[in-house]
Nanobody, 124 residues
C-alpha cells in the first residue's frame, strides 16, 4: 500500500497560483498512474488531472486545461499539481491518488490509495 501526503494548499485570490505536492511512501510510485481529484462542499469528488506511471501521458478535466499542470518526479516519489489563474470555482479539498495501473486513467474506482487532502480556498 502506498501512503500519500498532500501539501501546498492555502488561501489565495482569484488569478493567483498554487503548487500542490503529493509525497508518497511505502512503495515506489513509478509503476502507478497518479491523479489529483477535488471535492467541494456538497459536491461529489471529481477528477482534475492524471499522469501515467512514466509521466509521458497526462489527462485533464476540461475546466482546468491550460491552467493546471500535473507532473511527477519518480526519483523523489512525488507528484505535483501546478495551478495557475485560479478561480473561485477551483476552491475545494484536493486529493492525491495512486492507481492500480500504469496507464493514465480518470476513473475514481481505478485508484487504490488516497491522501488526506489539502484545502484550496480562492477568494474573488
Amino acid at each position: 500500500q502506498v501512503q500519500l501526503v498532500e501539501s501546498g494548499g492555502g488561501l489565495v485570490q482569484a488569478g493567483d497560483s498554487l503548487r500542490l505536492s503529493c509525497a508518497a511512501s511505502g512503495r515506489a510510485i513509478s509503476f502507478y498512474a497518479m491523479a489529483w481529484f477535488r471535492q467541494a462542499p456538497g459536491k461529489e469528488r471529481e477528477f482534475v488531472a492524471a499522469t501515467s506511471g512514466s509521466g509521458g501521458s497526462t489527462s485533464y478535466t476540461d475546466s482546468v486545461k491550460g491552467r493546471f499542470t500535473i507532473s511527477r518526479d519518480n526519483a523523489k516519489n512525488t507528484v505535483y499539481l501546478q495551478m495557475n489563474s485560479l478561480k473561485p470555482e477551483d476552491a475545494a479539498v484536493y486529493y492525491c491518488a495512486a492507481a492500480s495501473m500504469g496507464l493514465v486513467t480518470r476513473r475514481l474506482t481505478d485508484f487504490h490509495s488516497w491522501g488526506q487532502g489539502t484545502q484550496v480556498t480562492v477568494s474573488s
